[in-house]
């Protein structure tokens, strides 16, 4: 008993540091899930010409808090006929397999849990997606059609796209030459430039199936709501519920931070390698400072005072970041940390973007019919991944070759890519033209 | 000792849900143990240092091979599956073929007993700074050393994979 004590204490003592930024990342994922999606519906009712919610506090910036309050009141329901211990577990389940994928991810070059994992980036991949076993046994628990049929639609959808993605991201690790995440970005840096550069085409199958690995709009079909109430949620409510809602959102800035380690350059700045463009370390404070001075000029025009005091809050915290943000520049005695700070905020931008990104998409296309998902996912998708890793295999050899490196390797790889694309639209083509009605008129056994 | 608690842990749940995939009624729950059984034995795959080990463990068996299994488990009508009585014919061949394996474990045990120093086989993480990188390794094994053997397997694997396509397949 007492070795078991002092292993613990011994445990704790080296491994510290992981461990408050576990319980750090536990405590803020959800306040960030629900700012996203405040976020998320600010630009949805941006787009269709709304103002989106404004109630809670300036423009709506409390709403997530009285969301989450209003939701962990809510009567806890648990149909009678369900699978008590499965529903109990389900959204947990999902919930944990969301969170365990943050740990191998890096936030810069100083945020990590799991530090310099050999298996880096698959760690990341192969936790997540055993959220969808929340999905699953959840739909299946719950002991209802809509729930079970949004059940089944996931799973099927999660493995046809696995495949694709898997595939994509083996185009992206065939030029890091490692799983490592801190390897993978210092390859970029080597080479000078993003691997989404070098295999556009790896980039964008990974896009498309990421979004349909974290059930979006327009592949949102396991929660259709036209057809099947809220899919594999319907018997969901409070405190289950918005555990199901953190997974989603979880897994989206998951995603969004593998496909920006991989392909959009992790926390490299924009051209790192180029002397002259130093001045793009100064933007982060910059930025965080005109976005405190906006704030600031609204104060005035708030209705009540405290939505004034609350707007000169806000401005005071983006201040407080510029700060942070500007002190590695400035205090010599900070220098040290200026990779982790700026790299910190080019990474988060970067995946601001990307979800930015789905949430767009997700405003602007309508919804796949679900036979039409498993095509896109199956005729094109994954022939198309599989040629690309080929061709940016062959690519690479030819490049190798030339002793072509860095930016001279787009030479090789474009048109690969060019050559990857055409031939899976041949392929999709071909496919259409052998069973031309078939296609539309075969009614889908879990459609 | 940290060691110890973490094996021992693993291995317990491993061997307890293994049990439990069999003896349950309902197949969703026989399927969740499944999936806890082969969680567990990646946890001990990870403290032995074998990262790949534990992740492939998990993508493959977890990820990919149990995601169709529930998927097809709910396909089919569990009702029918419950009311049939099971264990109906090999009970008696079962019992034989574990009493067999228990015999051996035992063996093994008994014999390990009177080596030197050591009553109880001892379960010490290898250590970390002595391995080489562990995907490197795997890779180097599998695309280098054993590159016939590996090849000859995966076309064996794609037979399969096309035989079962055109089995499934209807013919029109």
Not at chain 1, 20 to 49: N, T
Not at chain 1, 141 to 153: D, F, Q, T
Not at chain 2, 55 to 83: C, K, P, S, T, W
Not at chain 2, 84 to 95: D, G
Request: aromatic share 12%; glycine share 6%.
């Amino acid at each position: 008993m007492q070795g078991v004590i002092q292993a613990t204490m011994d445990f704790v003592k080296q491994y510290w540091a992981p461990l408050v930024c576990s319980l750090a990342i536990v405590a803020i994922l959800p306040l960030v899930a629900g700012y996203i999606v405040l976020v998320e519906r600010k630009i949805m009712a941006d787009m269709q010409a709304r103002l989106g919610p404004m109630r809670v506090g300036p423009h709506g910036l409390l709403q997530p808090i009285a969301d989450a309050v209003k939701l962990l009141i809510k009567e806890d329901i648990i149909p009678d006929e369900a699978d008590k211990l499965v529903f109990w577990l389900a959204p947990v389940l999902s919930v944990a397999a969301a969170l365990l994928a943050m740990a191998g991810l890096a936030i810069g070059p100083a945020f990590q849990i799991a530090k310099d994992i050999n298996i880096g980036i698959l760690f990341v991949v192969g936790v997540s997606a055993l959220g969808i076993f929340g999905i699953v046994l959840g739909g299946w628990a719950s002991n209802s059609h809509y729930s079970l049929i949004g059940a089944l639609r996931s799973s099927a959808q999660l493995v046809s796209y696995e495949t694709a993605a898997g595939m994509a991201l083996v185009c992206g690790l065939l030029f890091a030459g490692s799983l490592n995440i801190t390897s993978i970005v210092q390859a970029q840096y080597d080479q000078g430039i993003w691997f989404g550069l070098l295999a556009p085409v790896a980039f964008f199958t990974y896009l498309v199936a990421s979004i349909a690995e974290t059930n979006r709009a327009p592949f949102d079909l396991p929660e259709a709501e036209s057809e099947l109430v809220a899919g594999y949620m319907t018997e969901f409510s409070g405190f289950r519920w918005s555990l199901y809602f953190l997974a989603e959102y979880t897994n989206m800035i998951v995603v969004a931070s593998v496909a920006t380690t991989l392909f959009l350059g992790g926390w490299l700045r924009p051209f790192p390698r180029t002397t002259w463009l130093n001045f793009l370390d100064f933007l982060p404070p910059l930025a965080m400072i005109g976005v405190a001075a906006y704030c600031f000029m609204r104060t005035p025009k708030q209705p009540a005072r405290v939505q004034q005091m609350f707007m000169l809050a806000v401005a005071g915290l983006c201040l407080a970041v510029a700060l942070v943000l500007a002190a590695p520049l400035v205090v010599p005695a900070v220098k040290p940390f200026h990779d982790g700070i700026l790299g910190a905020f080019w990474f988060i931008l970067k995946v601001s973007l990307y979800i930015y990104f789905f949430m767009w998409l997700r405003f602007t296309l309508p919804r796949y019919r679900f036979d039409q998902l498993m095509r896109l996912g199956w005729h094109f998708l994954i022939p198309l991944s599989i040629i690309n890793v080929l061709v940016i295999g062959i690519a690479m050899i030819v490049g190798q070759y030339f002793n072509l490196t860095g930016g001279a390797l787009l030479l090789t790889t474009i048109p690969a890519s060019i050559i990857a694309l055409i031939v899976a639209l041949f392929i999709l083509a071909s496919e259409q033209k052998s069973e031309p009605q078939k296609a539309s008129a075969a009614p889908d056994s879990y459609a | 000792m940290l060691d110890q608690v973490i094996f021992y842990t693993f291995a317990a749940i491993a061997v307890i849900s293994a049990i439990l995939t069999v003896t349950r009624r309902n197949v969703v729950h026989s399927a969740i143990f499944l999936i806890t059984a082969l969680l567990a034995t990646a946890g001990i795959f990870l403290q032995l240092r074998a990262e790949f080990l534990f992740i492939v463990q998990i993508i493959l068996y977890v990820g990919g091979i149990m995601v169709l299994f529930v998927f097809v488990i709910m396909l089919v009508n569990l009702d029918e599956a419950v009311r049939q009585m099971r264990f109906a014919r090999q009970k008696w061949v079962s019992l034989l073929v574990s009493l067999a394996l228990a015999a051996q474990v035992g063996l093994m045990f008994w014999s390990s007993r009177k080596m030197p120093g050591q009553g109880m086989p001892k379960f010490v993480a290898a250590p970390v700074d002595k391995l080489p990188a562990n995907s490197e390794a795997v890779a180097q094994s599998l695309f280098q050393t054993y590159l016939l053997p590996f090849e000859i397997a995966s076309v064996l694997l794609l037979v399969a994979m096309i035989g079962a396509v055109v089995m499934a397949k209807k013919r029109t």
